[in-house]
């Protein structure tokens, strides 16, 4: 053979290994294991990939662009495993990566058919490989400056959230850029299939081809023209991102008002409270002596339920919640419906003020959509959130209903209000999985739960 099997594996390895740095940098908070568990994973997939270039090169395969494709899949795989993030930033990181390797192939074997012809007609003769990774180390150090520091940073919570309080769990995108990224990664694979085409189209054998000049021009001139789409393309979700985040600190803003509103509304009910306390104590004093004792009772009653001093002023010490609460109770109480609310959480209870808010928003929320729906009187919407130990946050929401809630044939919940599944609860589960958590939800008995739990630690 023009080349041993040793030479093989030493280019498997240069191949794989500085790319997975590149990988690692990027993505180094999100990874789903240890370090140790990832290299674990790593192993096997390297092996089957100097497996495959082996079958490659010594003829197993017919078509050695087969190899390539398999190649990439299996990198896809690997990376959709051991990553915890959207499908579609993980194939933009990767196809951009392939691309640029191709420059770097490119540019090695050009290189050392200047400097050693003979040698680099044995296509994966060892000065290829080191060549090769000189070019590699060079154009991964420009990827992580030009494209994939942006790209890093393109990094905000999973919904509609405050751009504030993050702890220490790492913060992931928003709904919006995140189904940008469900086809934005076509790009980068757009770019990948030309290359393909490039490479493996023609009769000329591909590693003549990679000595060609005007192909390693017309490889550099792709890529590098590639990389102003691939900076609009960040600078787009950036943007989008930006936007939704100023969207969620208003919506913020607008619950720190109706919050305020509501604690202004309860200072003025107690003020007047306070002066026809005299009046009230008056009447009862005349319905006592006179020995109207059922007739004082109802006044008692009556007049206790409409102070409202039954309401809680602050229903747990954590602003975000309070601040959701404050929103929905006199929606509740406008639409008739009898509330049982007992949070007590914690001002930081190791889940963001973000998260706090989409869970109790969209939760509170539906359950007030479907109460308001009953015809009966009989509407009723419970509220528990408490700590359990120090890292356990346990929330259950229970509301009554008339309609039965529709389920797809997987027995997902699908939405009231649309076709498809029920956006609210997907959001709340995709919280629900970031806390490494639990979701059950239930509807039986005209009563329709949800109960969560969430590992804050």
Not at 94 to 103: G, W
Not at 137 to 156: A, H, M, P, T
Not at 171 to 199: H, K
Not at 383 to 401: K, P, Q, W
Request: with cysteine.
């Amino acid at each position: 053979m023009p080349f041993s099997r040793w030479e093989c594996l030493l280019y498997s390895v240069v191949s794989i290994v500085p790319f997975i740095f590149l990988f690692y940098k990027t993505f180094k908070d999100r990874f789903r294991y240890s370090v140790y568990r990832t290299i674990l994973a790593l192993i096997p997939f390297t092996a089957v990939q100097v497996c495959i270039q082996f079958a490659a090169l010594y003829g197993y395969l017919r078509w050695i662009g087969l190899a390539d494709l398999i190649s990439t899949a299996l990198n896809v795989l690997l990376l959709l495993i051991v990553v915890r993030d959207h499908y579609g930033r993980i194939l933009f990181a990767l196809l951009v990566v392939c691309n640029f390797s191709n420059l770097s192939v490119s540019a090695a074997k050009y290189v050392e058919g200047l400097i050693s012809p003979v040698d680099a007609l044995k296509r994966y003769h060892w000065t290829f490989s080191v060549w090769l990774l000189v070019f590699e180390v060079l154009i991964l150090l420009f990827l992580w400056q030009v494209i994939f520091k942006s790209f890093r940073q393109s990094d905000l919570p999973d919904d509609l959230s405050f751009a504030q309080n993050s702890t220490a769990r790492p913060r992931r995108n928003l709904p919006e850029s995140r189904s940008l990224w469900g086809y934005l990664w076509l790009v980068p694979a757009t770019f990948y299939l030309v290359w393909m085409y490039m490479f493996y189209q023609g009769g000329e054998p591909a590693v003549v081809k990679l000595m060609h000049l005007y192909y390693l021009l017309v490889i550099t001139a792709v890529d590098f023209g590639s990389l102003l789409i691939y900076g609009l393309i960040i600078r787009l979700v950036r943007d989008q991102e930006e936007k939704l985040a100023l969207r969620s600190e208003n919506y913020r803003l607008e619950l720190q008002t109706v919050q305020n509103q509501y604690i202004s509304e309860r200072i003025e009910q107690t003020r007047r409270l306070r002066h026809d306390l005299r009046h009230y104590l008056s009447t009862a004093e005349m319905l006592a002596n006179a020995g109207e004792w059922d007739q004082l009772r109802r006044f008692i009653s009556e007049t206790a339920e409409n102070s409202g001093l039954g309401e809680p002023l602050v229903f747990c010490a954590n602003t975000a919640v309070n601040a959701v609460l404050s929103y929905y109770i006199p929606k509740m109480k406008a639409a008739g419906i009898t509330s049982d609310i007992h949070v007590n959480l914690p001002k930081d209870p190791g889940i963001t003020s973000a998260d706090l808010s989409i869970l109790f928003s969209n939760l509170t929320e539906n359950a007030l959509e479907a109460c308001s729906r009953q015809t009966s009187s009989d509407r009723k919407i419970s509220i528990n959130a408490a700590m359990r130990g120090e890292n356990i946050m346990m929330l259950t929401v229970t509301n009554s209903y008339e309609i039965e809630p529709r389920k797809n044939a997987q027995g997902t919940f699908l939405s009231s209000k649309r076709q498809g599944d029920g956006i609210g609860l997907e959001s709340v589960r995709s919280i629900v999985r970031r806390y490494n958590g639990r979701c059950s939800i239930d509807a039986k008995d005209k009563k329709f739960t949800v109960q969560i739990m969430l590992l804050t630690a």
